[in-house]
């Protein structure tokens, strides 16, 4: 998951923020329409969450439940009930065409399982682009919809992750899945 701070947009632009606890930490999700702008997780509080969230965004967004029912269901994922949020909209996280192949071949994997960054590549067309992949994964604003927790290195190790806890935080996702799946 990306920690980089690229302005994402402006409560004119209709942008809203739901933040809510689950048992791995405090979520911040950012919508807009029925789109997921951005997601971040596994925060201590409240207002760890709302800062790494506001970090991202160019004004001032109203904190509200924007979306109940997939604040539902990522509390039930939180909880170890499978989901692989694939009927989720999320917006274009990155502008090439490789990048587009990366995000839905990352999006395909189901829950429990992974793939590794030479894998992703080669679903993606590109098969020596292992290391492209790691940068789009890194890049990643909406993790968990979009699982680069489910990309490991080669001979599976866990490669790397930027969201709080870093790879505790990979190795707990990827149990909890492999429990509920």
């Known amino acids: 998951m990306g920690q980089s701070a690229q302005q994402i947009g402006s409560p004119a632009e209709g942008f809203a923020i739901s ?18 702008e951005c997601l971040t997780f596994g925060h201590g ?5 709302l800062s790494a969230l506001r970090d991202r965004l160019a004004g001032d967004e109203p904190v509200k439940d924007w979306n109940p029912g997939l604040r539902k269901r990522l509390e039930r994922y939180a909880a170890g009930r499978s989901d692989d949020f694939a009927d989720v909209r999320t917006r274009e996280t990155e502008g090439t065409d490789f990048a587009s192949r990366v995000i839905r071949s990352v999006r395909s994997i189901a829950p429990g399982a992974t793939l590794s ?4 590549a080669a679903l993606a067309g590109s098969p020596k682009a ?7 994964m890194a890049r990643n604003p909406i993790p968990i919809i979009i699982p680069c927790h489910r990309v490991t290195g080669a001979r599976g190790s866990l490669g ?17 899945e492999q429990a509920g799946a």
């Open 45 to 49: 509080s409240r207002s760890e969450a």
């Open 19 to 36: 933040v809510f606890p689950t048992e791995i930490g405090w979520f911040g999700v950012v919508g807009r329409g029925d789109t997921v």
């Open 117 to 120: 960054y030479a894998d992703v």
């Open 160 to 176: 790397g992750y930027s969201a709080p806890q870093g790879l505790d935080m990979k190795q707990r996702l990827l149990r909890l």
């Open 130 to 136: 292992a290391r492209a992949v790691g940068n789009i």
